[in-house]
């Protein structure tokens, strides 16, 4: 049976952007004949806030969606996290490079945009005073792995086309040895979201565009841990008027905002095209 999730980070209200991702899941797991599971993405300490956790599982209780108790937290899976990136052994290397320095350094940027990092303490090793962080040493993982595919299922619109899959070569190496364990929690999104689609034995993971280039990292992720792939399906992103990604951080309006002023759940679903 197909296993979906929708794993939302409780660092904000949801907004129309999250609301198409729920509906595109459940919709996507209703089809298949499958099951769509809540993951609560909380391991940043600073930005995730219970009180965030309570209202985005009041949102998507109010659009309709429900979901398996219990929800998985990630906050309460550190022990696991740990232990994928002890199983990665000597493919993590520390870095102790700052922000500051890894700019006046870049080698390029990631898919994201962030400064590439140009590897200084893998050569060097670090200087050992102050916080570190663990990389992936992705010459050596790329050596060890192999070449590696993606699975995919083309989307149009709101639909998924279970029939269609297609194959990619993925490109893991654009986002340099990427930091695997930050500084301030024992594990980062790549580590966390690809033990836990595993441990939650996930079959079909749907969710933005702007998350397809991740991919390429998770299925890498996935072959040194020794997990199986999930096939992926990667929807479309709602836009604000001037056609910006919505984010929390730009103050995009709330479901809670729009519910205020009158929505009803039957105008977000028709808005977002379902
Ligand atoms: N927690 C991530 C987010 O809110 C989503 C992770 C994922 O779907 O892989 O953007």
């Not at 990389?135 to 595919?149: I, P």
Request: glycine share 6%.
């Amino acid at each position: 049976m197909p296993v979906l999730r929708f794993a939302p980070s409780p660092n904000g209200l949801l907004h129309l952007g999250h609301a198409f991702s729920a509906l595109f899941t459940w919709r996507a797991a209703a089809r298949l004949g499958g099951t769509a599971l809540l993951r609560i993405e909380d391991i940043d300490p600073e930005r995730c806030k219970p009180e965030f956790d309570r209202a985005l599982r009041e949102d998507l209780a109010w659009l309709g969606l429900d979901w398996p108790e219990p929800v998985l937290r990630q906050s309460q899976r550190m022990d696991a996290y740990r232990t994928a990136a002890s199983q990665l052994g000597d493919l993590l290397y520390p870095c102790d490079c700052t922000r500051t320095e890894i700019a006046a350094r870049a080698a390029g940027a990631d898919p994201d945009g962030a400064p590439l990092y140009d590897g200084r303490c893998r050569t060097h090793g670090p200087r050992g005073n102050r916080p570190a962080q663990m990389r992936l040493d992705m010459r050596r993982a790329l050596a060890r792995s192999g070449k590696l595919h993606i699975a995919s299922l083309p989307v149009d619109g709101i639909e998924l086309e279970p029939g269609a899959m297609e194959e990619r070569e993925a490109a893991p190496e654009r986002w340099g040895d990427a930091v695997l364990v930050r500084k301030d929690t024992p594990t980062s999104y790549h580590l966390s979201v690809v033990v836990d689609d595993a441990a939650q034995a996930v079959t079909l993971v749907t969710r933005g565009t702007d998350l397809e280039a991740a991919t390429d990292l998770h299925v890498l992720l996935q072959a040194l841990l020794e997990m199986p792939s999930p096939i992926y399906a990667h929807h479309r992103l709602i836009r604000d008027e001037a056609r910006h990604k919505l984010s929390k951080s730009k103050g995009a309006q709330s479901l809670r905002d729009l519910r205020a002023a009158g929505w009803t759940p039957a105008d977000v679903r028709r808005t977002l095209g379902f």
